[in-house]
């Protein structure tokens, strides 16, 4: 099973920028699809973005509109979510995902996915 542990979250204003890092371990990291999922008080969980490790393909939900980039170390099996021009509605506890079959499929985001813990992100006004 894979081991997952997220750091990165804080408190922003809007329009600023975290950082999001999310460090595998427990599988072949090569092997992995990893996303971001987040979850807002009183909504559904949702897909913000996800890598394909093995041939790098991206996805990004509609909401990020270019702001949030998703990249791997693959050195450090290390994935990461930048998140620019942050507004208060990406408030959530965000949190990380991996999955060490579904590239095989030809998945970008995690089918069936080990969990982390979860970091807060809180953006104000």
């Known amino acids: 099973e894979v081991q997952l542990v997220e750091s990165g979250g804080g408190l922003v204003q809007a329009g600023g920028s975290l950082r999001l890092s999310c460090a595998a371990s427990?599988?072949?990291?090569?092997?992995?699809?990893i996303g971001w999922f987040r979850r807002a008080p009183g909504k559904e969980r949702e897909a913000v973005s996800c890598?394909?490790?093995?041939?790098?393909?991206?996805y990004y939900g509609n909401f990020v509109k270019g702001r949030f980039t998703i990249s791997s170390d693959n050195a450090k099996n290390t994935v990461y979510l930048q998140m620019n021009n942050l507004e208060p509605e990406d408030t959530a506890v965000y949190y990380c995902?991996?999955?060490?079959?579904?590239?095989?499929?030809?998945?970008?985001?995690?089918?069936?996915?080990?969990w982390g813990q979860g970091t807060q992100v809180t953006v104000s006004s």
């Open positions: 995902a991996a999955d060490p079959k579904s590239a095989n499929y030809g998945a970008t985001c995690p089918l069936v996915a080990s």
């Open positions: 890598i394909n490790i093995p041939n790098g393909n991206t």
């Open positions: 427990g599988s072949t990291f090569d092997d992995l699809t």
